[in-house]
Nanobody, 114 residues
């Protein structure tokens, strides 16, 4: 059974921090690249960051130096630490594999507002 459950979003002021979590089923987590994506109103979904099974990471230019992706293989969980948040980071955040599987979780809303 495919499972992707995102959590940790919320309302934060510019410059603040949030830590997102994504609990995945072992069947789609183990041995796969995992990624965080986001979709703002009126925009297409974009990839924010990904992490390889070995821990290598890659970030979109817009979040480089502010966001950190990590994974815990024992818990089948991927995290996204978001620091120095900006208004333009407001979006629904999703996790998925890379390339993504067709199933998407419900996402977690991140709102950056003063």
């Amino acid at each position: 059974q495919v499972q992707l459950v995102e959590s940790g979003g919320g309302l934060v002021q510019p410059g603040g921090s949030l830590r997102l979590s994504c609990a995945a089923s072992r069947s789609i987590f183990s041995g796969r690249f995992m990624a965080w994506y986001r979709q703002a109103p009126g925009n297409q979904r974009e990839r924010v960051a990904f992490i390889t099974p070995g821990g290598g990471t890659n970030y979109a230019d817009s979040v480089k130096g502010r966001f950190t992706i990590s994974r815990d293989s024992a818990k089948n969980t991927v995290y996204l630490q978001m620091n120095s948040l900006k208004l333009e980071d407001t979006a629904v955040y999703y996790c998925n594999t890379l390339p993504n599987v067709d199933y998407w979780g419900q996402g977690t809303q991140v709102t950056v507002s003063s």
